[in-house]
């Protein structure tokens, strides 16, 4: 059965900095792109961050603008999300998400991640 948890969410000011980690369970880590998503109230679900293999190619959202770190541990079968500088409109559930660069696409619940004024 194939798991992907994410922790880390919260409630930070403005400005301040949350670490996000996503443990996964049931595929072979090492072969997944992994990608951090978000969903802001109304909004459709959008990509914060992608990182296709350790060393390998990463893209993030425009409006990320260096504000936020991805990175993958293949020896824990995590993948974690720095974000630093938060704002206001950074407030979303944060979802992780497996790809087996084929077919097969697996999600996370879901982290909430609320930014306060």
């Known amino acids: 059965q194939v798991k992907l948890e994410e922790s880390g969410g919260g409630v930070v000011h403005a400005g301040g900095s949350l670490r996000l980690s996503c443990t996964t369970s049931g595929i072979v880590f090492s072969g997944y792109a992994m990608s951090w998503y978000r969903q802001r109230p109304g909004q459709k679900r959008e990509l914060v961050a992608g990182?296709?293999?350790?060393?390998?190619?990463?893209e993030y959202g425009d409006f990320v603008k260096g504000r936020f770190t991805i990175d993958r541990d293949d020896t824990q079968n995590t993948v974690y999300l720095e974000m630093k500088r938060l704002e206001p409109d950074d407030t979303a559930v944060y979802y992780c998400?497996?790809?087996?660069?084929?077919?097969?696409?697996?999600w996370g619940q879901g982290t909430q991640v609320t930014v306060s004024e």
């Open positions: 990182l296709r293999r350790a060393d390998g190619e990463i």
């Open positions: 998400r497996a790809w087996d660069y084929g077919a097969f696409i697996y």
